[in-house]
């Protein structure tokens, strides 16, 4: 439970708390988790485990410990609003990026960071120790060479691929597409019949702010998974149909129904013991980072 715990008070942070001054009464935090069924307990030791591993500080204020994220917190956070974008497919200027490393077995720590940071930011692995991707990321890959300090074992190359095979055999051998296809239709069929339903409940005045509140988390808590596992591929180079755009649509829709009566719950017991006055001035609470550009 302490990870799931702890996963969520993260997606909180991500999807309420930024827009309010990113710090929060760990009372008011209790208080949230409780809707998600998460007791007092595991909220306090989800927060300390944060606190020591550096995502969070804590100040008091009288006799409350208030919580905010450190700038490693912010960092974490800004960074998966910053690849959220590759979830919209752009168009393909038909250049790919190769990259080559031969990083030695002392460094075996180092050389699995590097590899995961490399599918975080979309690569594929098209061969052992060779990589590559159809997007732009030669300003990630300067950052990540110099990050770890491996200048010397990394050869980075933008070109095209002059065949004999097409573009998208490079795709099915680096990626899998398949599996990333059934994933998002999972999250379909399961969304899309929690939101038929959830739109009559809320038509029929049936579903509270708190449940809103709940399932609005939970939407963003699933929906942003697919930030670890879609590579972000150009539209060329993707199924005629992807199920991504599906569920980017549907994420869409669903965001826009539950937004308001969740953000009118957030503020009510946000308002009763932390500064409201913080709130960003231009947040506007029916637009998700995550959502699909209409």
Known sequence: MGNNTQSLIFTIY???LRHYGNKIWIGTLIHL????????QSTRVAMSRMYKQ???QSEKKGNKSYYYLTPRGEDRMEEAAGRIFKLNPHSWKGKWCFLMYSIPEEKRQVRDEFRKELVWSGFGSFQNGFWISPNNLEKEVKQLVK???IEAYVDF???????PQDSLS?????????????KYEEFISTYSKQYI???SMIQDGKMTKAECFVERTLLVHEYRKFLFIDPGLPKELLPVEWNGNHAAL??????????????EFFEEIFRKDNDIKRKDADYDVSKHPLMSEE
């Not at 988790?33 to 007092?40: D, I, Q």
């Not at 549907?250 to 953000?263: C, R, S």
């Open 250 to 263: 549907l994420f869409t829709q669903y965001y826009k129904l539950l937004a308001e009566p969740a953000n």
């Open 33 to 40: 988790l409780k809707e998600f069924g998460h007791n007092e």
């Open 170 to 182: 490079l795709v099915e051998r680096s990626w899998p597409v398949d599996e990333i296809q059934a």
């Open 197 to 199: 339903i959830h739109q």
């Open 54 to 56: 550096g995502w969070v």
């Open 147 to 149: 990050k770890y300090e």
């Open 157 to 163: 190359f933008v070109s095209e691929y002059k065949g």
């Open 14 to 16: 991500g999807d309420y």
